[in-house]
């Protein structure tokens, strides 16, 4: 309540600074008038993180070590002021926390009281707010007595400072003077101030108790009897008179002395007071009308303040409550009208000082509102009925808030006003959530979303929904139709919008996971080039069709691949989507097309040039897999083979770096083609590779190495069995530890009807999972193929043995390996 040099800040901590401002001088002028600005417009990061910096200075001087961790202490306090009751717990530890450690390594600081002070007034400032929102609470005797307990706190800590105060003055009195140290006279100053503040935390308490109880009157006389002594040291007109003087004036009013009161108002304006105490005290006077029940001469009050610069908080909040008092007026004469035009003044109001004075000051104001709206009729109000929820909800009352939020929001639709009845009804459904109650708040939100269908947020919020639903399948506590249900509404009520493609997204990777190929693709398909999530649709589309490729009906004319197909092709030609991504679709369709049983290599080469053109010269990855499907698809066509074996020789024309970057283009498609495409594949790989001839020994030694593993898989992927068996020997020689390689190696050795060969698979895999971790993908691999490699030999005994005892053992892996091993059993038995 508090405003010094036209700063707006928070009573308590406010009322500090000043009284230390005239103390402490050492934080120098700038970094004092720098600090206040950053909190003034509420800049707290920036203003702790100076501080901070400057404290971090191990050379930073004493004086100003103590005077930067004063407005440290200050910054925290009043960012805590300022933010949600929830957040702010932390906020007010963060403060303590600085105190103390200063306290515990500065011991000896020659300014140590200054923080001291702060830390109490810190104390104090917490005590005041939680005293002040404790009045509208549901139940405010238990919150009033929380406030009362955090008020005494400070009274003593206030007191503590004071008694020690008393006994250094006289001691400080005998020293001689030290740069740096509070001098004597310093240190009355701060104890002035110190009594002030105490008689301070004195009203403060005696608000906590029920007006008139003999409780409130005798911590509001305490509070008075506490001014005496520092009113008796301080010279008129001194700073911290005139913060007396005013501290007089609530306390008298507060007792009901509004004679008194008016006295020492009429006193203080007679003294000519500076403008901030000027327009502290017009606020007082209104106070002091309003207390007599002259609402009109309070407003007669108020007019007197320059409206030609902004108030100070504490005006215009007296000058809600005298809107307020005129509002109670006319709804106690039941004029209607008038009660009408005062509700909306002093919501407009409210409005105001949120807006000009800050969060702090907007709580404030609000936490009238709400008292006066419990005795005016306002919970027929929808506004009025807001603002208690938020209220509400910022001091962590969340079932009241909830109830009050749904109050305001059924009605608000009967008034129709379907733009707040949202909004309130949204704001619920976040509480829940916030609360951890996922299935209300899901609930909540898919009402809300269907019943207001055409509201510009409905999307979002049904969106909201389902992913609030797969946390719950996560949980077991929804299950998965539910939330594939919660998809397709979202897709059929709203398909045009742009939250639906994420909810396009979920539900296909859903049915990805289920294997259903097609239906996956299908959904990725429906995502237009201009949404956000087009890449990752069109990435995961094609890694659908490629898997839908590898099912035996792919070649089936029944096949839904040819319409997975024309959707590629009408991507790769698209102006509307990215040319990175027109590409990354033609090589997909080119693949596809390649695949088919007829027709597919004329597509794959107009899919190609529609995304990269005529010429395929590029370096790039892209590039590079587009020249190998490019080859492939010329070399398909009867009348383009010319083209092909130019194309094939300019390739051979290319560094030995960029033919080893074809030779891995084409290992890459041959992965994902049918048996079919990945032997022309591995046909054109080894017609690369010959191509290199002695250039190869120009490679690193890696890449000389890595060529050899394509070459030896193109032999095996063209039926040139015994040319890879070969290489595979020499690559397992030289990298015995190589797992990938020796996999490869008994892989082709199983696939063999040879009897030798079989035999030597069975000891390729037998040495795989010798080398491989327990439990791993690997090993569970080898496992299985080793009993493979049994039963094949015509140990089929030997084989289930094997499984059997896995079985009893460690299980059989996954689902997928369960399914793999059981299917061998069955054949064994």
Known sequence: MWRFSGWRYLGAIVGLWLTIAAVARAAGDSDSAFLAGLRQRQLFSLAEAFCRERLADADLPPA??????????????????????AERADMWQQADTTAADFQRLHRDNPRGELVQVQAALSALARGELARQEAEVAPNPTAALEQARDA????????????????????????????????????????????????????????????ASSTDRIASLTAALDQLVEPQRRVAPADPLDWQIRLEQIESQRLLG???????????????????DVEQRAIAETARVYLAARQPDRAFEALGKVDRQRTA???????????????????????????????RKKSLALVDYVQQTHGAYWGRRAELLLIQVAGHTGGDGDVEVLRRTADNLYLKGQMDEALAAYDQASGLAR????????????????????????????????????????????????????????????RARQLELNEYLADLETQRRLWPADATTDQARLWQAAVL????????????????????????????????????LLAEPAASDSQSPIAGHLSYLETIAGSDAASVELRRQAALTAAEVALQLPTGGYARAERALTMAFGDKLDGVDEQTVAARSLMLLALAGQPARRSAAQALLDELRGSSPAQLLAVVQGLAQTADAANDRLAGELAEMQLQVIDSLGESRRSLSAADQDRLLHLQAAAFA?????????????????????????????????????????????????????????????????????????????????GAAKLI????????????????RFANLLKRCE
């Open 64 to 85: 100003s070590r103590a005077d930067l961790t004063v407005e440290l202490i200050r910054t925290q306090s009043e960012r805590a002021a300022h933010a949600p009751a």
């Open 151 to 210: 008020l005494r706190e400070a009274a003593s800590r206030l007191e503590q400072l004071d008694r020690q105060l008393s006994d250094e003055i006289p001691r400080r009195n005998r020293l001689r003077p030290e740069p740096g140290r509070l001098s004597t006279d310093e240190l009355i100053a701060l104890q002035n101030s110190v009594q002030l503040q105490r008689a301070r935390a004195l009203r403060n308490q005696g608000l906590s108790y029920p």
């Open 257 to 275: 002395n509004i004679r008194d009161a008016a006295t020492v108002l009429n006193k203080l304006m007679a003294d000519k007071p500076p403008a």
């Open 312 to 342: 100070a908080a504490d005006v215009d909040l007296a000058l809600l409550e005298a809107h307020l008092a005129k509002w109670t007026a006319a709804n106690s004469a039941n004029d209607e009208k008038s009660a009408d035009e005062w």
């Open 414 to 473: 009967q008034q129709g006003d379907e733009a707040a009845a949202f909004d309130l009804a949204y704001k619920a459904a976040m509480l829940q959530q916030q609360r951890q109650n996922l299935a209300d708040s899901r609930e909540r939100l898919q009402r809300l979303s269907t019943d207001m269908a055409q509201h510009s947020a409905a999307a979002k919020a049904h969106l909201l929904a389902a992913w609030m639903a797969a946390q719950l399948v």
């Open 512 to 547: 990805e996971q289920q294997q259903a190929w097609h239906a996956a693709a299908s959904i990725y398909e429906e995502v237009p080039p201009q949404s956000a999530q087009f890449a990752d649709a069109l990435t995961a589309a094609a890694r659908n069709v490629r898997r």
């Open 717 to 797: 992927r063209a039926g040139r069995t015994v040319d890879a068996i070969k290489l595979y020997e020499q690559l397992v020689e030289a990298h015995p530890d190589d797992g990938e390689v020796r996999e490869r190696f008994a892989a082709l050795l199983l696939d063999s009807a040879d009897a030798k060969l079989l035999e030597r698979a069975l000891e390729q895999w037998r040495i795989v999972a010798a080398r491989s971790r327990p439990d791993t993908d690997r090993w569970w691999s080898a496992k299985y193929h080793v009993a493979l490699a049994q039963f094949k030999t015509g140990d089929k005994s």
């Open 804 to 819: 059997r005892y896995l079985q009893a053992t460690k299980g059989l892996g996954d689902a997928a390996s369960a399914a």
